[in-house]
């Protein structure tokens, strides 16, 4: 299974991104069962959880991102989104979004999001 994720890219403090990640090729009621989650890395530090859509559709949100991020999904169009506002130079990291079925556990790509002051 391939998640492609898009929508990084440059802006300054206090713009919004939105990033988008696919999941074609899952099928539609595994994907709707799924947790789906966005994970960042900035340089020289771990892979930290942002934001995630548990099986229950609770959410769950990195303290420092709360209030200003917003996960969501499409199961029709098997798409999870990340919704980025008042971004930081803090926020500056490749983000990857992370699908985990009951059996696997799939990544995307990752995108760059770079937030200059």
Do not use: H
């Not at 939105?18 to 999941?23: E, G, P, V, Y």
């Not at 995630?52 to 989104?81: H, P």
């Not at 990752?110 to 937030?115: A, F, H, P």
């Amino acid at each position: 299974v391939q998640l492609q994720a898009s929508g990084g890219g440059s802006v300054l403090a206090g713009g919004s991104l939105k990033l988008s990640c696919r999941a074609s090729t899952l099928i539609t009621s595994t994907f709707t069962s799924s947790r789906m989650a966005w994970y960042r890395q900035a340089p020289g530090k771990q892979r930290e959880l942002v934001a995630e859509l548990t099986r229950g559709g609770v959410k769950n949100y990195q303290d420092s991102v709360k209030g200003r991020f917003t996960i969501s999904k499409d199961n029709a169009e098997k798409m999870v989104y990340l919704q980025m506002n008042s971004l930081e130079p803090e926020d500056t990291a490749i983000y990857y979004c992370n699908v985990d079925t009951e059996s696997l556990d799939y990544w995307g790509q990752g995108t760059q999001v770079t937030v200059s002051s």
